[in-house]
């Protein structure tokens, strides 16, 4: 069981290239999150979806846009690269919200650097 | 606006002795609250939960306590051991989202 898997887990990119990453789930989880890791700043949220077709704004959304075509797969896009994207990204899934179900699995990150 | 802090950077705790990790929090619309552990080179692993309704959540070794006058989280790790040594993210819950603290760095020193 896979659980939750990001690819690429290294990327280096120059200002003004764009890129996508991608996360995957096997746990047909309804929800997805994309967060962004900084030293001092704990695990802010990009975007997140709460189905497949469904995307909404996080705490940091600007620069990055977000796609969930299908259930299992979440999307997150740099259409043009800045120094300032340059952090740690984590993709997480949980179950339909409710009750005891707001633990979130995460992807084990993509290492950015933007140049 | 950080809503959810964590004011120690790092703790450094003999092996066999008891761990605090704190958390604050300045929203009172939180109604779930957990704690994430996270070793290097990995995405954080859920660790432990407490409702806003309960006080207190033990599981094994990991002891949840929530003040909610306060607005206070903190977590107890009793006997620590070097395995314990990770960063632990405090998170809580509002509508569909988790706000999470900066983080704490525990060493457990053998």
């Known amino acids: 069981n896979a659980g939750v898997t990001q690819t690429p887990k290294f990327r280096v990119l120059k200002t003004g290239q764009s890129m996508t990453l991608l996360c995957a789930q096997d746990?047909?989880?309804?929800?997805m999150y994309w967060y962004r890791q900084d030293p001092g700043m704990g695990l802010r949220l990009i975007h997140y979806?709460?189905?497949?077709?469904?995307?909404a704004k996080g705490e940091v959304p600007d620069g990055y846009n977000v796609s969930r075509l299908k259930k299992q797969n979440f999307l997150l896009g740099l259409e043009s690269a800045a120094p300032s994207q340059t952090s740690v990204y984590f993709c997480?899934?949980?179950?339909?919200?409710?009750?005891?179900?707001?633990?979130?699995?995460f992807g084990s990150g993509t290492q950015l650097s933007v140049l | 606006d950080q809503q959810v802090k964590q004011n120690s950077p790092s703790l450094s705790v003999q092996e066999g002795r008891i761990s605090i990790l704190n958390c604050d929090y300045t929203?009172?619309?939180?109604?779930?609250f957990l704690w994430y552990k996270k070793y290097p080179a990995e995405g954080p692993t859920f660790l432990i939960s407490?409702?806003?309704?309960?006080d207190k959540n033990e599981d094994g070794r990991f002891t949840v306590f929530l003040n909610k006058s306060a607005k206070h989280l903190s977590l107890h790790i009793v006997p620590s051991q070097p395995g314990d040594s990770a960063v632990y993210f405090c998170?809580?819950?509002?509508?569909?989202?988790?706000?999470f603290g900066a983080g704490t760095i525990l060493r457990v020193k053998s």
């Open positions: 997480a899934s949980s179950p339909r919200g409710g009750g005891s179900n707001e633990k979130l699995f």
């Open positions: 746990m047909n989880h309804e929800y």
């Open positions: 979806s709460v189905g497949e077709g469904t995307t």
């Open positions: 929203n009172s619309m939180f109604d779930y």
């Open positions: 407490i409702s806003s309704i309960k």
């Open positions: 998170a809580a819950r509002y509508g569909n989202k988790l706000v």
